[in-house]
């Protein structure tokens, strides 16, 4: 069943500048989908028109969900920071008319460990800790429509991992879950994928129909000297080429492959050359390219 | 290092070029002060006058000719009962009453001393000090002219004065200080109140973003704005009765007509004052932008409100904003009712003033609203 349809929709501000074009989105009972894209792409301003606090310039939304059950974890921290933690789950427990929440309040904060904090101010707690209490009062109504907008920007490794178990867990109890992301290794946690920059979805799909829309070969090239090879790698005409740390991807066209691991070994200063499995970051390069007008949003 | 101080010196400039607001307050608000002060005047004129002439003669008329040469008083008619002069100085008509026995005349001709009477509405302490004086001066003046008349022509050796006047300084007959500037008072940190915390609060939620998070609940749009303005009102009324409280206890102003009339007629002007804060939320962009603009708005109130300096002696573009004030009528009420001990049938005119600025402040703010979510 259909909770939230979004067809054409659009933003453009005052200055012109156009933040989402024409963003067609459905989400389902029981859907994870992600809205996976860099800063600037768009996401907080479609998050913002779909939950009404923007109305867009065009385009149509659809929710058929109350909003009694829809919950929004903005991007932003955005409780009331001169309120406790537990206080603020109360303010929410109240707002959404809950009988006795306590025992949910409490068990949503031992969840992510926050029970302890439950008397320190909202703006006295780390940045993590924030995006856990803001996820937490986004849980308490029991929603059955949960918006999260980089809901893990500024979260610790660990705690990010709680953060997803929980996600899954409430997933798993039937939560339809559209959630924003600039991390490629999170988006991964999506369904369903949507990419989008410049305001606009270049592609969307799984992370297996991805990879076979993506033409050619990846190769992870491990070297200390990353610089020198990335350019010394471009006489074998790769297709997209990115590195971080000691590690170069690249794409080439269809070519036979023993030649080509062979030529890039050779390279003074590779360690290793190997075939590596297409990532999420590979393909959303390749959109990148394949898109015709970026629109900066 | 000079350097340096460039470099920051320049990065102010910048951002000042930017906060055009703070640049707009920056330069308007002293405009606006050295304009006010310039112009604030305690040399009361014109002040409206009646005249109960039981004499009926050309002495009579004499006098108050005298009087309104001073361009002190205007006499606005004649009333033809004291119960006529109470009801003009209770509904605020006129300011000043001169009274004439129907002796006055005789007593002047037969050479003895006639009395006559000035009532003066001493709510304003500042208005009834100047106003008394100036009658006094007149009585004297005229009495002394008179006797010198008189002994000019032998009719007395030893002239009684000839005029004997009376001044009645009403509603605060001691002109204490607290019962005039007290109950002004209320109404300026009242409106202090409802206009900063009403404005602070919506740009805080909207500065740090807050507000979002309350908007995407089952709130209504309705239920949100009363769970912003009902503290307010709350606030307003708290501190209102701690003034009031305070006035009476510690200063001894009495409060002579009907609290539950004051307290309905504060409904009005808190409704008007929170209108102003909702405004200024709509437009403000931080808290800082929000407490400039109330300063602003408090100029005016203060100057421009009858509260300390009087309408009348302003020049009468000052005198149209002063009446376009809120403040303005809510202290008219509040003197009314505390001083003067009048009802309804005096400060209705004041409250439907209210309303219709109610009405006007309210269409705005809503429309800023609107076009703020939009």
């Known amino acids: 069943m259909s909770l939230l349809r979004a067809e054409a929709l659009s933003c453009t501000y005052p200055n012109g500048t156009r933040a989402v074009v024409d963003l067609d989105l459905e989400l389902n009972e029981g859907d994870l989908v992600g809205l996976i894209g860099p800063d600037g792409a768009g996401k907080t301003t479609a998050f913002r028109m779909l939950m009404g606090l923007k109305t867009p310039t065009a385009g149509r939304i659809e929710r058929t969900v109350e909003p009694e059950f829809t919950a929004y974890v903005p991007q932003a921290f955005a409780l009331s920071p001169d309120l406790t ?7 929410q427990a109240r707002l959404y008319d809950l009988n006795a929440p306590g025992p949910r309040i409490t068990e949503l904060l031992t969840s992510l460990e926050l029970d302890a904090f439950r008397d320190r101010l909202a703006g006295a707690l780390s940045g993590g800790m924030k995006q856990k209490l803001a996820l937490c009062v986004g849980l308490l109504p029991n929603p059955r429509l949960l918006l999260l907008d980089e809901p893990t920007t500024g979260v610790d490794p660990v705690s990010r991992r709680e953060f997803w178990e929980l996600l899954h867990q409430v997933h798993d109890e039937g939560v339809a879950i559209l959630f924003s992301t600039p991390y490629m290794d999170e988006a991964e946690y999506a369904h369903h994928m949507l990419l989008m920059h410049g305001g606009r979805i270049l592609d969307q799909g799984t992370l297996d129909s991805f990879r076979e829309k993506l033409p050619g070969r990846v190769v992870k090239v491990i070297t200390p000297q990353r610089r020198q090879v990335q350019e010394a790698m471009q006489a074998f005409h790769p297709l997209d080429l990115f590195g971080e740390g000691e590690i170069i991807r690249a794409r ?33 390069l390749h959109a990148l390219v394949e898109a015709e007008e970026p629109v900066h949003g | ?44 004129k014109h002040l409206p006058t009646i005249v109960l002439d039981e004499s009926r003669s050309q002495e009579s008329r004499d006098f108050v000719q005298a009087m309104t040469a001073t361009q002190y008083f205007d006499v606005l008619g004649e009333v033809a009962t004291e119960a006529q002069i109470r009801q003009t100085l209770d509904q605020g008509k006129s300011q000043v009453a001169i009274w004439f026995p129907p002796d006055y005349a005789r007593k002047l001709r037969g050479g003895s001393t006639a009395q006559a ?38 009719q007395a050796t030893r002239p009684q004065h000839a005029i004997d006047l009376r001044i009645r300084p009403w509603y605060n007959p001691n002109l204490r200080t607290p019962n005039f ?24 939620e909207k500065e740090r973003g807050t507000l979002d998070q309350v908007m995407v609940t089952p709130v209504r749009p309705l239920e949100l704005f009363l769970g912003k303005v009902i503290p307010v009102i709350g606030m307003a009324y708290a ?60 100029l005016p109130m203060v100057f421009l409100s009858d509260y300390i300096f009087p309408l009348n002696g ?35 005119i004041h409250l439907l003033k209210l309303a219709v600025f109610i009405v006007l402040i309210w269409s705005i703010a809503v429309k800023g609203m609107r076009r703020a979510s939009s």
Not at chain 2, 139 to 147: F, P, S, V
Not at chain 2, 181 to 204: D, E, F, N, R
């Open chain 1, 252 to 284: 080439f066209a269809e070519q036979p492959l023993e030649a080509l691991l062979d030529g890039l070994s050779a390279l003074p200063g590779v360690e290793k050359a190997v075939l590596s499995e297409a990532t999420l970051e590979d393909f959303f």
């Open chain 2, 314 to 348: 302003m020049p009468i573009p000052f005198r149209i904003i002063g009446e376009l004030v809120p403040v303005t009528h809510f202290i008219r009420i509040l003197r009314a009712i505390v001083l003067r001990g009048v009802g309804l049938e005096v400060i209705w």
């Open chain 2, 239 to 298: 501190q209102m009765t701690v003034l009031l409280l305070l006035s009476w206890g510690v200063f001894h102003v009495p409060i002579a007509g009907s609290i539950p009339l004051l307290y309905g007629s504060a409904f009005f002007f808190i409704v008007a004052m929170l209108g102003i804060g909702v405004r200024i939320s709509t437009v403000a962009q931080s808290q800082a932008q929000a407490s400039q603009m109330s300063f602003m708005m408090f």
């Open chain 2, 117 to 154: 009477l000035v009532i003066v509405d001493a709510s304003n302490a500042t208005v009834a000090n100047q106003a008394m004086a100036v009658a006094f001066g007149v009585g004297q003046t005229r009495g002394t002219a008179l006797m010198f008349d008189r002994m000019g022509y032998g």
């Open chain 1, 85 to 91: 933690v537990a206080e603020n789950m109360l303010l």
């Open chain 2, 181 to 204: 500037i007290l109950p002004g008072l209320v109404a300026i940190i009242v409106s202090m109140t409802c206009v900063m915390v009403a404005s602070s609060s919506i740009v805080k």
């Open chain 2, 1 to 44: 290092m000079w350097n340096r101080i460039r470099a920051l010196v320049w990065k102010e400039f910048l951002q000042l070029r930017r906060d055009r607001l703070t640049l707009f307050m920056m330069l308007f608000i002293p405009l606006l002060q050295i304009t006010i002060y310039g112009f604030l005047n305690n040399d009361v």
